[in-house]
Nanobody
Framework: QVQLGESGGGLVQAGGALRLSCTAF????????MAWVRQAPGKERDFVAA????????YNADSVKGRFTISRDNAKNTLYLHQNSLKPEDTAVYYC????????????????WGQGTQVTVSS
């Protein structure tokens, strides 16, 4: 069992930056694949980025290529999403998710979800 808690969201102007964090409480964080998924108002959840248990990363290239970077610090049980050059269309609730397989599938097969953190980008 693992619990995930996101933080770092907020209100930012277009072109600004944020760093989202997701801290895991429980066992074996280092064995899990982790992902960021976002949901904008009135839309379905949308995959943003993921990282395998050994650090291979994958991104939703169409929407975040070159602007967002996913990383993990297994010593701190923490997942990060560095967001640069934010756009109003990035406004959403951002969720972190964990897959106990350790690998990234599409769609991401999450076993655990966090409660989400709101990111709002003003134009």
């Amino acid at each position: 069992q693992v619990q995930l808690g996101e933080s770092g969201g907020g209100l930012v102007q277009a072109g600004g930056a944020l760093r989202l964090s997701c801290t895991a409480f429980g066992r074996a964080f280092g064995d899990y694949a982790m992902a960021w998924v976002r949901q904008a108002p009135g839309k379905e959840r949308d995959f943003v980025a993921a990282v395998t248990w050994i650090g291979y990363t994958t991104y939703n290239a169409d929407s975040v290529k070159g602007r967002f970077t996913i990383s993990r610090d297994n010593a701190k049980n923490t997942l990060y999403l560095h967001q640069n050059s934010l756009k109003p269309e990035d406004t959403a609730v951002y969720y972190c998710a964990a897959a106990t397989t350790g690998y990234v599938s599409h769609p991401f097969a999450a076993d655990y979800w966090g409660q989400g953190t709101q990111v709002t980008v003003s134009s």
